[in-house]
C-alpha cells in the first residue's frame, strides 16, 4: 500500500492495534497529507487510546479513525470510567433516556460512554472548568 515509501502512514499502521482495511486506511491517509508533526501526534494519540480500547469490538478500523480525526477525541482510561458513583450513573441515565439517546456532537458509540461524557462534564462544571 505504501509503495510511495510513507514512513508517516507505516508508523501508524505498525502502532494501530486493529489492522482491518488497509487499503482504505491508506486512501484516508492519503487524502489527510499530515505533517511530520500530524503523524507524531496521530501516533502518540493510538498509543494513548489504547488505555480505553479494552474491547477490541470498539476500536474504529483505521480509515475510520483518520477520517473522523479521532486522535482528537477525549481518552479516557477504564480507571475513570468505574469511578461514578451510584448516583452519578442514575442521574445521567435518566437524562439519558428521557432526551431520547445521546445528543453529542459527535454522537457517541453507546450509552454508556454518552453517560461518562456526561458525568465528566458535570464534574468539570462543578470544579469551574
Not at 511530520?36 to 493510538?46: A, F, Y
Not at 488505555?51 to 477490541?56: E, L
Not at 480509515?63 to 469511578?83: K, N, P, Q, S
Amino acid at each position: 500500500m505504501s509503495s510511495s515509501g510513507d514512513i508517516g502512514f507505516d508508523r501508524f499502521w505498525v502502532a494501530y492495534p486493529r489492522r482491518q482495511a488497509k487499503r482504505e486506511a491508506w486512501k484516508a491517509w492519503c487524502a489527510l497529507k499530515p505533517s511530520p508533526d500530524l503523524v507524531e501526534t496521530i501516533v502518540r494519540s493510538v498509543d494513548a487510546h489504547r488505555a480505553q480500547w479494552d474491547d477490541p469490538r470498539f476500536i474504529p478500523l483505521p480509515a475510520t479513525f483518520l477520517r473522523g480525526e479521532r486522535w482528537l477525541d477525549e481518552i479516557v482510561t477504564y480507571a475513570e470510567r468505574v469511578a461514578i458513583t451510584r448516583e452519578e450513573r442514575e442521574r445521567a441515565v435518566q437524562v439519558y433516556r428521557s432526551a431520547g439517546g445521546c445528543r453529542h456532537q459527535p454522537a457517541c458509540h453507546s450509552m454508556a460512554e454518552c453517560i461518562g461524557v456526561l458525568v465528566r462534564g458535570w464534574r468539570r462544571a462543578e470544579r469551574g472548568e
